[in-house]
């Protein structure tokens, strides 16, 4: 029979934290360590400077508030697990679209071939239901924020 050993270092007491917890606060930190080497590697965070410090400081909130909206539609998408921006955004890169205005109204022809179709379709379902328990006054029309129209199979 094998075993595998993991160790631990830290300053915490025996009365501060028991051995799960620290193993917890450990994984924790490495997951944080990711969502900055997925920062800096494909969000463009890497290096990024203005001899402006305003500047800089805008560039990083507006970066950090693309990011963060990013993760929550891919997590509405794929709700099981966590999605990298270079896998995401091949997936959508994939899927053609334009926009089509009759009247006053503006809908969004969408493209998309097999199994895609679902994923997408329940994935907007998701979004329009998080939207519409978060921010009911999004509503246009119908009380739905869009219209999703299925293709004829």
């Not at 917890?24 to 997925?38: A, I, S, T």
């Not at 998408?77 to 503006?106: C, D, T, Y």
């Amino acid at each position: 029979m094998e075993y595998e050993f993991d160790a631990y270092v830290t300053d915490l007491g025996m009365e501060e934290a028991n051995t799960w917890q620290v193993a917890e606060l450990y994984r924790g930190r490495g997951d944080m360590k990711n969502v900055f080497d997925e920062l800096k590697n494909h969000w463009g965070f890497k290096g990024f400077c203005s001899k402006d410090r305003i500047v800089t400081e805008m560039a990083a909130r507006l970066l950090t508030l693309t990011y963060n909206y990013w993760n929550l539609f891919l997590r509405l998408m794929e709700p099981s697990r966590h999605v990298e921006a270079f896998q995401g955004r091949r997936w959508f890169l994939l899927i053609a679209a334009r926009l089509v205005k009759s009247g006053r109204e503006l809908k969004a022809k969408v493209s998309v071939i097999g199994d895609w179709w679902r994923m997408v379709s329940n994935g907007y379902a998701r979004v329009c239901a998080w939207l519409d328990s978060t921010v009911p006054q999004l509503t246009f029309g119908g009380g739905r924020v869009l219209a999703l129209e299925l293709p004829d199979d």
